[in-house]
């Protein structure tokens, strides 16, 4: 059972990749993000999950909201993502990552990128709220606030796209998972 | 060979772990741990280098060389080790990290931390210069040179001590592998 052949078997049991959720506050990327990973990891996958708090609390708690700043913080967050990916770790990045160039850089960096586009409408979102940030928002609390009072460009030809407003949650998990079998990054 | 449980006997064949080369500019960090990783490659280990000029290009190029800075430094560096170690990637981290607070912050946060001292007098370091910078230092074209004019702050209980102006590479590697032997790192 110690042997290094068993590393090498595992190398062909998963491949690296990240699995880059991209959408508005609201839209479910964590949510779907966290119930993948739990499947994930029943089957004995290494995963990482990279969320927005968890990094911007270690990585980029420098950074605020302007442009200058997202674009910074999802490049530091693609440079972990590219080492994890290329250990073999499927990497769940969350992140609102509302500009089209700076996913499009973090895909040229990490390789093996998947785009999936958590897609739900505004209003929709909104009325979620579930961190009662829109409110906020509205109220002209919080600036530079994406959907509201700075762009979000949906992506144009995302790898997979999740409609949460009109599928359950186990939909879209299944979509995903169904994807990296597809693709051979897991068995 | 497609099964989940091959990846369950690789959590057995490797398990994470940072090696945290510390010593001041010269004394050998980045050689000794290249041959560590060239050794652990050829036996299928995942390994991870992280060494301080790709580092401050991606992850910390905001950043000097004050005190304030080069703790910043290496707390995002954790950060990034803690990640790579906890899905059992042996992490190779080369970086001069002089001040002693700092590296203990770094060791609660990851857990698995092998302190590694690579030790080699200054008048050493400096005659050897490969970079040229101890020059450059004396000349004072560098502030904040670390053992210089900058602190340098041994380790007062290193797991491992290397004297690198008396024993040669070899050894040094030597001493690191049949450490992580012993220790159930790697088989």
Chains 1, 2 share one sequence.
Not at 24 to 30: A, M, Q, V
Not at 37 to 59: C, I, N, P, T
Request: aromatic letters at 8%.
């Amino acid at each position: 059972m110690w042997e290094a052949v068993d590393i090498k078997q595992h190398r062909r049991s998963q491949k690296g990749v990240a699995l880059w959720f991209t959408g508005i506050s609201g839209s479910g990327k964590t949510t779907v993000a966290l119930e993948v990973e739990k499947r994930l990891r029943e089957e004995g996958h290494y995963v990482q999950h990279l969320d927005g708090d968890v990094v911007r609390q270690h990585l980029t708690r420098d950074l605020g909201f302007s442009r200058k700043d997202r674009d910074e913080n999802i490049r530091r967050i693609s440079f972990v993502a590219a080492l994890l990916t290329q250990n073999d770790i499927i990497t769940l990045c969350c992140f609102i990552s509302p500009y089209r160039a700076a996913r499009q850089a973090a895909r040229e960096l990490i390789g093996e990128f998947v785009e999936i586009y958590v897609n739900a409408p505004l209003d929709v979102c909104e009325k979620r709220d579930v961190k009662g940030l829109y409110a906020q928002a509205r109220a002209g609390k919080i600036p530079e606030f994406t959907g509201i009072s700075d762009p979000y460009e949906p992506p144009e030809n995302p790898e997979i796209e999740l409609k949460t407003d009109t599928e359950c949650v186990n939909e879209s998990v299944q979509t995903v998972i169904q994807y990296l079998k597809v693709k051979g990054y897991i068995p």
